[in-house]
Structures are given as C-alpha cells and as structure tokens.
C-alpha cells in the first residue's frame, strides 16, 4: 500500500526566508505522480505544484520548487521569498490511479505540515 | 471556469435528521470525489463517482448516501448521523483518464451533528 509521511507537524519562519517542507512516500509503482496541496484557513485546498515521476527534472512554480528523489522517495517543497499568504496546511499527496476503465484517482495525503510565516 | 462549488457552508443537525451536502463543477470533470476531513488532520476519501457511476466506496457508513444525478452534481445525503460524524466534508473533481492528475477542490461543508 501506499503511504506518505510528513514528518514536520508545524513550522515557523520569518517573512522573505525560505522554508523546506519535506516528504517521504512508498510505493512499488513505477509511474506516479506526487503533488504538494496548500490549505489556508479558509479551508480551500489547492495545488501547489506536481512532480512527474517518469520526469527526472524537478519541477518549479515561481517561488515552489520540489525536490524529487526518486531512488530516495523523497519530495521536499522549496518555498522561496516567504510570504504572509504562504501561512497554510501543507499535504504532500501520492496519486495513485484507481484503473483506466474507472478513469479516476486516489490521493493519499500525508499528514500535513502547518507552516506559519511571521511578519 | 476552474471552481467546485459546496452548499450549505455550514450545516448543523441532530441525529434524527435527514440532510444533504450538494457539490456542482461546470469544468466538464468526469470523476468526482467525496472526502471527510476531521480537524487538523488530511482528508480520507470516502466515495469516487467516474462518468456517473459510483466506483469506490472506502467502507462508509450506509447513514452516508452519495448520488450523481448528472455530470456536473454531486450531492451526500446524510440520515441518522453520529457526533463523531462532525467534520469538514470536501467535494472535489477531476478530469477522468487525464495525465495531469489534479483534483479540484470546493471549500467544503462544515458539519455539526448535535
């Protein structure tokens, strides 16, 4: 079965530092996507960025940057420049297809990371 | 349009009422997701919907009713709930058979069962 881990329950750092949040996953599949999800305290989840993992480049979305361990199964986020609006639950997230006839999915979340950003 | 839209926001109920959570995307997403999120914790999924059919129940309680009425709806009907029912309920939607993999996700239902 798959599972994430979270190993970071909280963190703090000042606004402009960067912050590394970081994830581990097993799984026995070869190709599967990761993602990292942000929920702020109004509640709405959404993504943050997603990593590939037939892709050995690690992918980056302006300030969010993963890095990804394939061998290693690792997937820490980078958050670069932190901002008060950074401030938000962090799931690390395994997508795991439920069939190409079913044509959905399955996210497993990690079990977050609450990240606060001071001013 | 990229949004999940939850109704009610807020729902309150006693044990012995019946109630609905309704979740609605107009993003053509095939699949269709509920998931039960409790405080501080991640979501556990709890019913998959792919092209209208109800593909995986995580062994959910039969007090939990899900029904896709057409592509874009979504709705939880609710019947003799717990206490420990009490939760954040989200919606979620994605394209089915696609690469991208993402979910997207309504800001949710809080429920309170008295």
Redesign the interface.
């Known amino acids: 079965a798959q599972t994430v881990t979270q190993s970071q329950p909280e963190m703090s750092v000042q606004e402009a530092e960067t912050v590394t949040l970081s994830c581990t996953y097993d799984t026995s599949e070869n190709n599967y996507?990761l993602?990292w999800y942000k929920q702020p305290p109004?509640?709405?989840?959404?993504?943050v960025i997603?990593q590939e993992a037939y892709k050995q480049q690690n992918a980056t979305e302006n300030r969010f940057s993963v890095n990804f361990q394939k061998a290693a199964k690792s997937f820490s986020l980078k958050i670069s420049d932190s901002q008060l609006g950074d401030t938000a639950?962090y799931?690390c997230a395994f997508?795991k297809r439920?069939g190409?006839i079913?044509?959905?999915?399955?996210?497993v979340?990690?079990?977050?990371t609450?990240l606060t950003i001071n001013p | 349009d990229t949004e999940v839209t939850q109704t009610p926001k807020h729902l309150v109920m006693g044990m012995t009422n019946k109630k609905s959570l309704k979740c609605e995307q107009h993003m053509g997403h095939?699949?269709m997701?509920w998931y039960k999120q409790k405080a501080?914790?991640?979501?556990e999924?709890m019913f998959?919907?792919?092209?209208e059919k109800l593909?995986?129940n995580e062994s959910v309680p039969s007090r939990f009713s899900p029904e896709c009425p057409n592509s874009s709806l979504l709705n939880l009907h609710l019947h003799a709930l717990q206490p420990e029912d009490s939760a954040?309920y989200?919606c979620?939607s994605?394209q089915?058979?696609a690469d991208?993999?993402?979910?997207f996700?309504?800001?949710?239902s809080r429920l309170t069962v008295l």
Not at chain 1, 102 to 107: C, D, N, P, Y
Not at chain 2, 105 to 108: A, D, I, N, P, R
């Open positions: 996507y993602f109004s509640r709405q989840m959404i993504l997603r639950m799931f997508m439920l190409v079913q044509g959905a999915q399955k996210l979340f990690g079990q977050g609450r | 095939r699949a997701y501080k914790k991640p979501p999924l998959v919907y792919s092209y593909s995986i954040l989200l979620a994605s089915a058979l991208t993999g993402e979910l996700f309504g800001e949710g």
